[in-house]
């Protein structure tokens, strides 16, 4: 089983919200990551975390808070976002760091 | 610097038709080379991989990958395109020393009856 779960599927949501997105995976991978995508555009690596603890922060701004709580699960809240920040947001794991990723659905974000 | 490039941004083919998407990367040493799909609207599949051993690598759905060191490319290839194989192509690079991870800019692939 190689599947990553995301949700929720598609968000809408304000520039004064707050919200989180989940990710999951029950491989027993130990590296999770986060990744931003613009249309027509490749994923941009945003953070990663390994065995838990945030590896790589790719100088994201402070209104993207990554969170892994636990090995099998990923969060990324959002606050006080802006209209740029409309993405799919793709979450991956893999084994270790430089492992194949394995890649989920993604949340479609749209911010107003 | 590592890098990736895609030297197509799009490209049409007929159904039925041979297909082969480039990818040429820069990096020092030997990299670790993937290739991914990507459906309009959805996260990213794996067909491939190579990491080192034999430099002809089978992935799924009927497609393959060369890894040619004196060329720094791993072009993929597939010999009769199915019009689901219209999408997104990108070639993806990590190195073993936790290097930056590299996607391409992509591929589009336009599949005409």
């Known amino acids: 089983d190689t599947e990553v779960t995301q949700t929720p599927k598609h968000l809408v949501m304000g520039m004064t919200n707050k919200k989180s997105l989940k990710c999951e995976q029950h491989?027993?991978?130990?590296?999770m990551y986060w990744y931003k995508q613009k249309a027509k555009k490749p994923p941009e690596l945003m953070f990663v975390?390994?065995?838990?603890?945030?590896?790589i922060n790719e100088s994201v701004p402070s209104r993207f808070s990554p969170e892994c709580p636990n090995s099998s699960l990923l969060n990324l809240h959002l606050h006080a976002l802006q209209p740029e920040d409309s993405a799919l947001y793709l979450c991956a794991s893999s084994q270790t760091l430089g492992e194949t990723q394995y890649f989920g659905p993604g949340t479609r974000l749209l911010v107003l | 610097a590592q890098s990736v490039t895609q030297p197509d941004i799009h490209i049409t083919v007929s159904e039925g038709a041979s297909l082969e998407l480039r990818c040429n990367y820069s990096y020092g040493a030997t990299p670790y080379l993937f290739w991914y799909v990507q459906s309009p609207g959805q996260g990213l599949q794996l067909l491939l991989k190579y990491f080192s051993g034999d430099t002809l690598v089978q992935g799924i759905k009927g497609f393959e990958a060369e890894f040619k060191r004196s060329q720094s490319s791993f072009n993929l290839r597939k010999p009769s395109v199915h019009w689901s194989d219209a999408a997104e192509y990108f070639c993806f690079m990590t190195t073993d020393s936790w290097g930056k991870l590299q996607f391409g800019a992509g591929t589009q692939v336009v599949v005409t009856p």
């Open positions: 491989m027993g991978h130990r590296a």
């Open positions: 975390y390994s065995y838990e603890k945030l590896s």
